[in-house]
């Protein structure tokens, strides 16, 4: 099977869904439901998103906490959009193959 593109529509779509929450709800709903799903690539973002953060540990800065945390967010917000829209591209397309 080869990789769908992502049609505006579907981007839009899923970014609507995703705003319903706060970007830390999304980001950690979407972290949990992956680690169900798609374990081995949730942990291989895990672990790069772990190494990256250490690569920036400052223990005694709270600027570096915050950034750190905002990091995660942001990657895990990222994967779970990108994941979301592949699923939901694909429901589209089978969805528009039946009814073709």
């Known amino acids: 099977m080869t990789f769908p593109k992502i049609s505006l529509e579907v981007i839009e779509a899923t970014a609507a869904v995703a705003q319903r929450e706060t970007m830390n709800g999304y980001a950690m709903s979407s972290v949990l439901n992956l680690m169900e799903s798609q374990p081995a690539l ?59």
């Open 42 to 100: 949730t942990n291989l973002v895990n672990s790069m998103c772990g190494n990256l953060i250490a690569a920036y540990d400052d223990a005694e800065n709270g600027k570096t906490e915050f950034a750190q945390n905002a990091m995660l967010v942001a990657a895990y917000a990222a994967y779970g959009l990108a994941m979301d829209s592949v699923k939901a591209q694909i429901e589209a397309d089978e969805f528009n193959k039946e009814w073709a």
